[in-house]
């Protein structure tokens, strides 16, 4: 076995803690290097994660210097099961010895009914026995797109409501929903006024100053009146789409109650309920999709990521009466990817059959409880959240002014520290939020109790350290 086998393999038993650190350090490397010089300058990730990896299995990838990581960012949630999982090589390996085709448009396969009777089955009964499938482009922002298409020609509405917050993709039409306005501010005009912003149930720092159930309340009322009043100045939209849990806006859940009345409110009104769940589907909060948490039943569902099993795939579900749009409304040539569609099979029935629901729950109840004990002593540590394994921390300035409901700033600086002394120590992180703010947690979900563990070690440890180089 070489060493390059060996490093990632024995993982699980070099997990316990070593009283000596050992501390990487990041030269950049001639791959690093010809990155930097030949890709574009829109390169996002190598910049903060400044890694040429090599090899990944399960929770932990190497880089070209032999160095391992635990991977808490996941493929931003792609892997479901980790790196190389054995159910997802033998998929794909299965689509290839078998001479599957690879390329089908939208034609149909033994292996893509498998995957539609497979997802169907995953769908609460509700909106399985009324739903209708539409395969996309290779991405969640594809399939946004033909999220709006499907509303927009069967209501005959224009307008979309999103929220503050919210991501979405990077296609034009997704990013007119996008709360954030640092990639949108160069395009200028995308849709115009096709899309209203409403403000989030951001219980640390609500929107209304309230926080708590006042606040659920008071955002409840805003919205409902903003659908009902002659004089509100809002076209009737089409949908309101919606994420359940925001993912790069901060790792912020929704209040169930809101989710509820936001389902209430949509329908009484014949507005279409978008959740997206690219990020947070698949077990990845604790349920299979995140909106059963509040027990309702969406219009449209969007989903990716994790669907295709680590292959690019998305798809668009919704309620059959919405589907009035003609042949060929919203195509695209990589919609008919065979070996995803294999693999995110695989990944589904992996995920039912072993109980990661409950198994990313507890994970995800173990860790919070790790962060809500290191908050005893880092005061920085201003709001723990989440569901499951989707789990962020807000950083904030305690000896900064407070805002409305009494909490300090947050604090985006120390927040790219704690990230960079994390992967010095062998963790990776992803940041999101407001100004950069909050660390974010999207371990695989096979992660185990003593990996959590480690994680929040590792993270107790560069906490220390980034606090104390202030």
């Known amino acids: 076995m070489s060493v390059a086998t060996s490093l990632i393999e024995d993982q699980p038993a070099r997990i316990a803690p070593t009283p000596a650190e050992t501390?990487?350090?990041?030269?950049?490397?001639?791959?690093?290097?010809r990155q930097s010089q030949q890709e574009s300058n829109a390169r996002s990730y190598p910049r903060r994660i400044p890694l040429a990896l090599?090899?990944?299995?399960?929770?932990?990838?190497?880089?070209?210097?032999?160095?391992?990581?635990?991977?808490?960012?996941?493929?931003?949630?792609?892997?479901?099961?980790?790196?190389?999982?054995?159910v997802?090589?033998?998929a794909i390996q299965q689509v290839l010895s078998d001479e599957l085709p690879l390329h089908t448009l939208d034609l149909t396969t033994p292996v893509k009914d498998r995957f539609v009777q497979d997802l169907f089955g995953l769908l609460p009964p509700a909106l399985a026995a009324?739903?209708?499938?539409?395969?996309?482009?290779?991405?969640?922002?594809?399939?946004?797109?033909a999220a709006l298409k499907l509303v927009r020609t069967a209501t005959e509405r224009s307008t979309v409501l999103s929220f503050q917050g919210g991501y979405h993709g990077m296609s034009q039409g997704a990013l007119s929903l996008m709360g954030s306005l640092g990639p949108k501010k160069p395009l200028g005009a995308?849709?115009?006024?096709?899309?209203?912003?409403?403000?989030?149930?951001?219980?640390?720092?609500?929107?209304?100053?309230l926080g708590g159930a006042q606040g659920v309340q008071v955002n409840l009322n805003y919205l409902e009146n903003l659908l009902n009043d002659p004089e509100a100045g809002v076209q009737l939209p089409a949908a309101v789409i919606v994420e359940v849990v925001q993912g790069e806006g901060g790792v912020i859940p929704a209040d169930l109650d809101w989710l509820r009345g936001l389902r209430?409110?949509?329908?009484?009104?014949?507005?279409?309920?978008?959740?997206?769940?690219?990020?947070?589907?698949?077990?990845?909060?604790?349920?299979?999709?995140?909106?059963?948490?509040?027990?309702?039943i969406p219009d449209v569902v969007v989903m990716s990521k994790a669907i295709g099993g680590s292959l690019p795939l998305a798809v668009v579900v919704y309620r059959d009466w919405l589907d009035?749009?003609?042949?060929?409304?919203?195509?695209?040539?990589?919609?008919?990817?065979?070996?995803?569609?294999?693999a995110?099979?695989?990944?589904?029935?992996?995920?039912?059959?072993?109980?990661?629901?409950?198994?990313?729950?507890?994970?995800?109840?173990?860790?919070?409880?790790?962060?809500?004990?290191?908050?005893?002593?880092?005061?920085?540590?201003?709001?723990?959240?989440?569901?499951?394994?989707m789990l962020g921390v807000e950083l904030v300035d305690p000896a900064g002014a407070p805002d409305a409901q009494g909490h300090p700033p947050v604090f985006g600086r120390l927040a790219s520290l704690v990230q960079r002394e994390c992967l010095k120590r062998g963790l990776i992180l992803e940041l999101g939020g407001r100004h950069g703010g909050v660390v974010r947690f999207l371990p695989p979900l096979v992660i185990t109790a003593a990996e959590i563990d480690r994680v929040a070690d590792i993270f107790g440890r560069a906490m220390a350290a980034a606090v104390a180089s202030l």
């Open 190 to 209: 995308l849709l115009g006024n096709g899309v209203q912003f409403m403000p989030y149930p951001y219980d640390y720092r609500c929107p209304f100053g």
């Open 324 to 342: 009035t749009w003609l042949p060929g409304a919203h195509a695209g040539t990589f919609r008919g990817n065979q070996m995803a569609m294999a």
């Open 344 to 389: 995110g099979s695989a990944v589904m029935r992996y995920l039912t059959e072993h109980k990661v629901c409950e198994h990313a729950a507890t994970m995800g109840e173990r860790l919070s409880e790790h962060l809500h004990i290191l908050q005893r002593d880092f005061p920085q540590l201003g709001d723990i959240r989440g569901r499951g394994l």
């Open 130 to 145: 009324e739903a209708k499938i539409q395969f996309c482009g290779p991405t969640g922002t594809d399939a946004v797109e």
């Open 264 to 296: 209430r409110i949509t329908e009484q009104a014949g507005v279409a309920l978008i959740v997206d769940e690219i990020q947070s589907g698949f077990a990845r909060t604790g349920k299979m999709f995140a909106f059963e948490h509040a027990g309702i």
């Open 23 to 33: 501390l990487y350090q990041f030269n950049e490397s001639p791959l690093l290097a």
């Open 88 to 90: 997802v090589i033998e």
């Open 54 to 86: 090599k090899r990944a299995k399960g929770i932990f990838v190497e880089d070209v210097e032999g160095r391992c990581f635990i991977d808490c960012l996941a493929g931003a949630g792609t892997l479901a099961l980790g790196h190389n999982h054995p």
